[in-house]
C-alpha cells in the first residue's frame, strides 16, 4: 500500500511539473499530449512512467535524445515523499484532499516564484475553495482563528510596509483554513528558518546592492513538507 502511496504522489507532483511548464509557455495544460521539448515528438505512455521511465531512458528522450531537465525527477521524487508521508500519517480521506490540493497548487505557484519572483495568484483558487469548506463544515476554534487573524494582520503589515508580497500572506492564510493556523505558524516558523539558512552567505557578508527579494512560497512549500516530515517522524519513533 506503501508503494502505491508514494506512486500516486510521484504521479500528481510529475503533473504538477508539467502544468507549471505550460503556463510558463501558455499552452494548453488539459488536452494537449505530453511533448518533448526539443524534438516536440508526443512521449509515449511508458515513458511517462514517473520516476522509472526517467532511470530506464537515463534522463533523456527517447526519441532525440535530449536531456530531460534533472529538476523533473526531483520533483517526481518529492511528490513520492510526500505520498510515503501521507500514508505513514494515516490521514484521514478529507485531510489527504485538502493537504493534497494545497501542495499540488502552492507547488506550482512556488517554482514559478523561483524563477521569476512573482506567482499566478489564480493557482490559490482551488486551494481557497477547499479551505472555504473546511472552514464551514469544521469550523476551528474561536481562539485559533483569533490567534490566526492577528497573524495574517501581522504579515498584512508586512506587506503594507511591502517587506513580503501579498501573495505570501494569502498562501499564509489558506494554508491555515485547509490545516488549521496552529499547523500554518510552525510551518510560517519553518520556512523563516528555511529563508535564514539558506540566505546565510548574503547576513554574513551584506551586499552594498539593493536588498534583493527572497522568494518565499517555495520556503512555505518546503515548510509544510518538512512539517509533515517532522510528525511522520513523531509518529515513527
Ligand atoms: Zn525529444
Given amino acids: 500500500m506503501i508503494y502505491i502511496y508514494a506512486f500516486i504522489g510521484c504521479c500528481i507532483s510529475s503533473h504538477a511539473a508539467v502544468v507549471f511548464e505550460r503556463l510558463e509557455r501558455a499552452e494548453d495544460f488539459v488536452s494537449l499530449p505530453s511533448r518533448c521539448q526539443n524534438c516536440q515528438q508526443p512521449i509515449s505512455w511508458f515513458d511517462l512512467i514517473p520516476i522509472i521511465s526517467f532511470v530506464l531512458l537515463r534522463g533523456r528522450c527517447s526519441n532525440c535524445h535530449a536531456q530531460i531537465p534533472g529538476a523533473l525527477f526531483m520533483t517526481e521524487l518529492c511528490g513520492g515523499l510526500i505520498g510515503t508521508l501521507f500514508y505513514i500519517l494515516e490521514l484521514p480521506i478529507t485531510t489527504q484532499l485538502g493537504y493534497g490540493t494545497l501542495l499540488f497548487f502552492v507547488g506550482i505557484a512556488a517554482l514559478q516564484d523561483r524563477r521569476q519572483q512573482e506567482f499566478d495568484l489564480n493557482l490559490l483558487l482551488a486551494p481557497l475553495a477547499v479551505g472555504m469548506v473546511r472552514l464551514f463544515t469544521n469550523p476551528p476554534d474561536q481562539i ?85 516530515i517532522i510528525r511522520a517522524i513523531i509518529i515513527s519513533v
Fill in 144 to 228: 485559533i482563528l483569533l490567534f490566526g487573524t492577528v497573524t495574517a494582520l501581522a504579515l498584512g503589515w508586512l506587506v503594507f510596509k511591502k517587506q513580503l508580497g501579498v501573495g505570501d500572506l494569502l498562501v499564509y492564510f489558506i494554508m491555515g483554513l485547509v490545516t488549521d493556523f496552529p499547523v500554518a505558524n510552525r510551518v510560517l516558523l519553518l520556512a523563516s528558518v528555511i529563508v535564514i539558512a539558506t540566505n546565510i552567505p548574503l547576513l554574513v557578508k551584506p551586499t552594498t546592492k539593493r536588498a534583493q527579494r527572497v522568494a518565499f512560497i517555495p520556503a512555505l512549500f518546503h515548510g509544510l513538507v518538512l512539517h509533515l
